[in-house]
């Protein structure tokens, strides 16, 4: 199984990217695929979730400005964002669960990360 995120990079605040985590080696529709995010000398934090159904799921500090959508055919999963702040800035990770959990420890596998700096 192989989770490879992509699309991260320096913007400055108030701007967007387009994550992309792209899978291979299982059955993409029959697993939700969350997003967490790492900063610095912090945890590992929520940052959204996506169901088997497409039902989302949001942390409450990116309500209204992350977007989070999968195709299935093309075995992806996109996290738009908007509205950039500097508290953004994190390497952002993707990861398949079972589940649309919050709770990093109960998803299976993981992808590599990726950087995104938001800029003051």
């Known amino acids: 199984v192989q989770l490879q995120a992509s699309g991260g990079g320096l913007v400055q605040a108030g701007g967007s990217l387009r994550l992309s985590c792209a899978a291979s080696g299982l059955t993409f529709s029959s697993y939700a695929i969350g997003w967490f995010r790492q900063a610095p000398g912090k945890g590992r934090e929520f940052v959204t979730t996506i169901g088997i159904g497409g039902s989302t799921y949001y942390a409450d500090s990116v309500k209204g400005r992350f977007t989070i959508s999968r195709d299935d055919a093309k075995n992806t999963v996109y996290l738009q964002m908007n509205s950039l702040k500097p508290g953004d800035t994190a390497v952002y990770y993707c990861?398949?669960?079972?589940?649309?959990?919050?709770?990093?420890?109960?998803?299976?596998?993981w992808g590599q990360g990726t950087q995104v700096t938001v800029s003051s």
């Open positions: 990861a398949a669960g079972m589940n649309p959990y919050y709770d990093a420890g109960l998803y299976n596998y």
